[in-house]
C-alpha cells in the first residue's frame, strides 16, 4: 500500500473528532503574505491602485488555497456521520471535485461549477506546478490570462519597447491577484455554509466557527 493509499485509510476509519483547526494557522500564515505584499506598493509609491509587483503575492495565493483544502478536510471530517461518503470524498477527491461534492451533499441538489473558483484554481494550478512559459509565445498563455488581464489582476509590462511580451511568471507577482484569489475562496466558504437547510443548523454550526478566519483579506484595500 502506498503512503498516499495509507493516509486515505487512516483518515476514512478514524473515529477520533478531536482535531486541530490547522486551516486557520495557514490563514493566517497566508494573510501575513498578503499584507507583506500590500506594503510593497505602499513601498513603490502604488497605494492607490494595489497594482503591483509583489514577491508576496504568488505565496499567499497557494497557501490561502492549501488553507481551503484544509478546511474542507477537517469539515469532512466534523461532518461525516451526518453526511454520508463525505469523509471518503474529501480522501480521494481533488479539493474542486471534494467542494461540488460537499455542496451536493449538504443541499441535496448538484451545485454548478462556479467559474470565478475553477479559474482562481487554474492560477493557484499555474503557480505550483510551474512550467515557464516563453514571453516570445503568447499562444502558450493559458485561456484565462486575458480575461484577468481585462480586469487589471494580472501585471503587464513595465517596458514599453517591449510591448506586453513578459513573462508569466512576472504577471502572477500581483497583489491584486493575490487578494481576488482569497475573496474568491472567501466567497464559496459562504457559498457552501449557505447551502446547508434549517434543520442542519447544529451541523452546520460546527464548522462555520472556523469560516469567518477566511475574510481576513478584507481588512486590506483593493
Not at 486557520?24 to 509587483?53: C, M, P, W
Request: proline share 4%; with cysteine.
Amino acid at each position: 500500500m502506498g503512503k498516499r493509499r495509507e493516509r486515505e485509510k487512516q483518515f476514512t476509519t478514524s473515529s477520533t473528532f478531536a482535531i486541530f483547526s490547522f486551516s486557520q494557522d495557514l490563514v493566517t500564515s497566508a494573510f501575513l503574505l498578503l499584507r507583506a505584499a500590500y506594503a510593497e506598493g505602499i513601498e513603490e509609491g502604488n497605494k492607490e491602485s494595489g497594482g503591483h509587483y509583489s514577491i508576496h503575492a504568488p505565496a499567499s495565493i497557494v497557501l490561502i488555497c492549501t488553507a481551503f483544502d484544509q478546511w474542507l478536510n477537517q469539515s469532512a471530517l466534523m461532518l461525516d456521520v451526518r453526511y454520508e461518503g463525505l469523509r471518503e470524498s474529501a480522501a480521494k477527491m481533488s479539493t474542486l471535485k471534494k467542494y461540488y461534492q460537499f455542496a451536493e451533499l449538504v443541499s441535496g441538489q448538484s451545485l454548478e461549477k462556479d467559474r470565478e473558483l475553477e479559474m482562481a484554481w487554474d492560477v493557484r494550478n499555474e503557480i505550483v506546478h510551474w512550467l515557464p512559459r516563453l514571453a516570445s509565445s503568447p499562444s502558450n498563455w493559458p485561456n484565462w490570462l486575458d480575461e484577468l488581464q481585462d480586469r487589471g489582476l494580472v501585471l503587464k509590462s513595465e517596458l514599453p519597447e517591449h510591448g506586453d511580451a513578459t513573462d508569466l511568471a512576472s504577471k502572477l507577482h500581483s497583489y491584486l491577484l493575490a487578494r481576488w484569489v482569497w475573496e474568491i475562496i472567501a466567497n464559496s466558504v459562504k457559498r457552501l455554509l449557505d447551502l446547508f437547510p434549517e434543520e442542519d443548523e447544529i451541523e452546520k454550526g460546527m464548522i462555520d466557527w472556523s469560516a469567518p478566519a477566511f475574510e481576513i483579506f478584507k481588512q486590506l484595500p483593493s
